[in-house]
């Protein structure tokens, strides 16, 4: 449905988005990530035709943004970041202005304005004014205005961003159930948000894309090494953490925090060792109690991190994206 | 077209729904309704002394109370088009609006004729107070209504004109103060260029005078039609639209 080819936006002194390529298939809901200022917005807009590529292709369900605007447009559904209302309106007359903007017929208009406000939730305040709404209700009419016309691709640029969590839950159920007939690319700097509602991952550091992948295959990933953590009771510290290191594969064992008063240790194994069995046993012939024995997997967030500071980026910066 | 109508409407009933729409009527009735008792009441005082003094030649409304009137009419449109046209792109460039428009199946130029119609009809309806001013003349005389009309005719153009110019203004910026303190000086400047020919009348002179916004519209006060000044006020209202239309491109590259 959508098709980046080479794309570069460049402005006056920076560049905003370099040589990047994607494609998104027919349904997909796809996560743009990436810190903010890393280019999420400009791709958006590209392929939105709010702005013109530099250099490269990018179209959407067939159509170039450059060649055929109209007809991309047509097909798309786009939420800025600052949702576009007009504060003056009465929500139903904003969503039956939009409606008429976008090009459906004059009878149908009503059918369809009650219908995205039966979808968005949004019928209890269809005769209010925008500007006296709350921030998640014009989040909501934001989402109605770009699914109005029905359009199969829909780009949301940090649909929840602002909300609070039980805004964002509602936010990303919506865009959860509109994932059926449309095929949604959502921006945002929340990695929980990824997990939760998308399919596939883009993630975008200082203008380049550092990683395409579904979200199971990123938590792969990076995980070439096992890390196990393990509590015992029944023995001291250290005679644990001794008989452990012995085992064949460990390379490390870290001593950790337990709460309950047991013996707990953090195990790193050797590249593509599978030392789980292994520890097992040994702690089971010395006779203690094994009271926990798991994979700690790597949380979206350090793979994130990761491939951003691979990237050789300022590391203050990147704490600062992960405080958010 | 139907988009045009469309936004045309909008912008309508965005004037309606905020307070700039009274404010201008409320502003424009106000002073063009000083105006009118003022010339009729000269008109009437003077009518009188005339007859006390015996003279048999009557006193024409349209020239003493209508002419003025009109004419007045258009020096006040010239400080309400800057508060008309300031906030059409400025507002939606500030508010992020300007997203929805230029990524919805809307072409540039249906974008900008659709805003310069609803500015278009928020002046005519300011215009309309003085219309109704001078109809309630009809009641107790009867005016001359050919120079009436053409005097309208000429202000709706002019006024179109300066909202066209305004317009253009409002896509450079994205503060209405600096949209609408920027076209006030242009129109205030299109304005006084008409000046040069009382002390120079050398061909450059006539030039920039053909310049000048009410160099064309006098013809209309006296009732004349004239292809000349219809040519120069369309052509301005199309050079006005066809740069506002540019701006709007311009700012996909801008921004």
Not at chain 1, 90 to 100: G, K
Request: proline residues 4%.
């Amino acid at each position: 449905m959508i098709k980046v080819e080479g794309l570069t936006k460049r402005y006056a002194r920076n560049v905003a988005v370099n040589n990047i390529s994607f494609e998104v298939g027919k349904g997909e809901i796809v996560g743009f990530l990436g810190k903010n200022g890393a280019g999420k917005t400009t791709t958006m807009r590209v392929l939105t035709c709010f702005l013109p590529p530099t250099e490269g292709k990018a179209s959407v369900a067939g159509f170039d943004v450059l060649e055929q605007p109209m007809d991309v447009k047509r097909n798309i559904g786009y939420l800025p970041e600052t949702p576009p209302l007009y504060p003056e309106m009465e929500v139903a007359d904003y969503l039956s202005f939009v409606a008429r903007l976008k090009g459906i017929a004059g009878t149908d208009i009503a059918k369809r304005v009650a219908e995205v406000c039966d979808r968005t939730a949004i019928g209890d305040v269809r005769n209010k004014i925008i500007g006296k709404l709350s921030k998640g209700y014009r989040q909501r009419v934001g989402i109605a205005q770009a699914i109005i016309h029905n359009p199969p691709v829909l780009i949301l640029d940090e649909p929840t961003s602002g909300l609070d969590p039980e805004q964002q839950l509602h936010v990303r159920q919506l865009v959860a159930s509109l994932s059926g007939d449309h095929t949604i690319i959502l921006s945002t700097h929340i990695l929980s948000e990824v997990e939760q509602s998308c399919s596939k991952v883009i993630i975008i550091n200082e203008g380049r894309i550092v990683a395409v992948d579904s979200v199971a295959a990123l938590h792969m990933r990076g995980r070439a090494t096992e890390i196990v953590a393990v509590e015992v009771t029944g023995a001291d510290s250290f005679t644990v953490k001794q008989k452990l290191e012995e085992v064949s594969g460990v390379a490390r064992v870290v001593s950790r925090d337990s709460k309950s008063g047991n013996v707990a240790f953090e195990v790193e194994g050797l590249e593509g060792s599978f030392i789980r069995p292994d520890l097992a046993r040994t702690i089971v012939h010395a006779g203690w109690h094994l009271t926990e024995l798991r994979t700690v997997g790597e949380s979206l967030e350090d793979i994130f991190l990761d491939l951003t500071r691979a990237e050789k980026t300022d590391t203050t910066k990147v704490e600062e994206g992960s405080a958010q | 077209m139907r988009n045009v109508l469309t936004i045309c409407s909008k912008e309508i009933k965005s004037y309606f729904v905020s307070p700039i729409a009274y404010l201008l009527l409320g502003l424009f009735g106000l002073i063009s309704g000083y105006f009118f008792y003022s010339a009729t009441a000269f008109f009437v005082m003077s009518g009188m002394r005339q007859q006390m003094m015996g003279s048999q030649q009557a006193m024409s409304v349209n020239e003493y109370v209508i002419a003025p009137l009109l004419g007045n009419s258009s020096v006040v449109g010239l400080f309400l088009i800057p508060l008309i046209s300031m906030r059409l792109f400025a507002e939606e460039m500030r508010s992020g609006t300007i997203e929805l428009l230029l990524t919805s199946p809307v072409r540039d130029w249906e974008i900008v004729l659709g805003k310069w119609a609803g500015a278009m009809a928020m002046y005519l309806c300011v215009l309309g107070i003085s219309v109704l001013n001078i109809a309630t003349l009809s009641i107790w005389g009867s005016p001359d209504w050919r120079p009436i009309l053409t005097g309208i005719l000429g202000l709706t153009l002019q006024g179109g004109c300066l909202l066209a110019i305004g317009t253009f203004i409002s896509t450079t910026t994205r503060n209405q103060i600096i949209a609408g303190g920027a076209t006030f000086a242009v129109s205030l400047l299109l304005w006084v260029l008409s000046w040069v020919t009382s002390y120079n009348e050398a061909p450059w002179a006539q030039v920039i005078a053909y310049l000048a916004i009410p160099t064309h519209y006098e013809p209309f006060a006296k009732g004349v039609l004239d292809t000349k000044d219809l040519i120069y006020y369309l052509s301005v209202i199309f050079f006005g639209l066809f740069m506002t239309k540019r701006s709007l491109e311009s700012l996909r590259w801008r921004s």
